[in-house]
């Protein structure tokens, strides 16, 4: 396996393989905080003005945090615990608590899923597994730290249920109703370490999630961009609260309605980032297309339907070029 950011970064300088071209480098490191990125409460709301709120968040930033959300403030502290703590264990022990699964439904990666065909590399390390159903795939999860499966074991079945939650209201909102819904629901694991140069590197690069939703836990440390009218702003880290962002299916479902907004992670030199994506995905058969309620002679259909195996597989091979995806993905007119 390629070498993990985190077993060599310390101490270093940056490697040419981590310097991006110019045109890809994050610019000023301190973009406006988006104080216009909503946050919506999930408590004390009537139902239709949460699923109002919902969706225009969706339809003009495809992100949004959410508060009172209904996960336990103690279990994402110790879900963040124990993340921080496996990303600490020696290289060796991370290679073996992700190796349980012949068929890789644990892994643990570096930069990208496409390290070794890829241009330059990301400063991060993930660790992926898939969550449900959790009886399952929580034989292959990590053992290291022990309280690992103990503790993200009942926090990916909160995460999930906030998650249908949320699709739910996204769905009532676009008055359709979501097939696919037993896809794979699958936690990364992203750990940035300090890095040495933050103007030249990127700890993700400016992508679109390919799920419906991803519900994310980012700690205290500031890091995630959002593009948005071609500028980036920045993430505010809000105690407590996850960021939810729309995924490219959904963007898709919606017939453009909503936004899978891209996003990217900046590094910084000081401090190591640690965060949790919960993605919710479509399953592998679902015909991902404009919902026919959506579409009309003002309203014609955007984009091709493909089921979401072959949306996977035009997402994989695009790699970062994200014009290239969105053409292949386009109906033709
Ligand atoms: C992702 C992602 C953001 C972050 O995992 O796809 O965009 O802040 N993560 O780690
Ligand atoms: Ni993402």
């Known amino acids: 396996m390629e070498h993990l950011v985190s077993s060599w970064c310390n101490g270093r300088s940056l490697p040419e393989s981590y310097i991006l071209p110019p045109e890809k480098r994050p610019g000023k490191l301190t973009v406006p905080l988006a104080n216009n990125i909503p946050v919506i409460d999930l408590r004390g709301h009537d139902q239709t003005d949460l699923i109002q709120q919902i969706l225009e968040a969706c339809q003009e930033f495809g992100f949004f945090q959410v508060i009172n959300h209904g996960v336990p403030s103690n279990l994402m502290d110790e879900a963040m615990s124990v993340f921080k703590e496996f990303h600490a264990l020696s290289a060796k022990d991370k290679a073996i608590e992700t190796s349980k699964d012949p068929s890789k439904s644990c892994h643990i990666y570096t930069s990208s899923p496409n390290y070794a065909t890829e241009k330059f590399h990301f400063w991060r390390d993930g660790l992926v597994h898939h969550c449900n159903p959790l009886e399952k795939y929580i034989q292959f999860w990590p053992e290291k730290p022990p309280r690992y499966r103990e503790v993200v074991g009942p926090y990916t079945a909160e995460v999930s249920k906030l998650g249908f939650r949320i699709l739910e209201f996204i769905s009532q909102g676009l008055g359709i109703s979501l097939g696919g819904l037993g896809g794979n629901q699958a936690l990364v694991v992203n750990h940035y370490p300090p890095c040495p140069d933050p103007s030249l590197t990127l700890g993700l690069g400016k992508h679109m999630d390919p799920v419906f939703i991803n519900i994310l836990l980012q700690s205290d ?113």
């Open 221 to 333: 440390v500031y890091g995630l961009q959002v593009f948005k009218d071609e500028e980036w702003i920045g993430v505010e880290p809000i105690p407590n609260a996850f960021v939810v962002n729309v995924g490219y299916p959904l963007q898709i479902i919606s017939n453009g309605k909503l936004k899978g907004a891209e996003h990217r992670v900046v590094t910084n030199s000081n401090v190591a980032r640690t965060t949790a994506s919960y993605f919710i995905n479509p399953s592998n058969e679902t015909l991902i297309e404009p919902a026919k309620s959506l579409v009309d002679a003002s309203y014609p259909a955007l984009y091709k339907s493909l089921l979401y195996k072959d949306f996977l597989i035009k997402y994989i091979a695009a790699s970062t070029d994200s014009k290239a995806l969105e053409e292949a993905l386009r109906a033709t007119v």
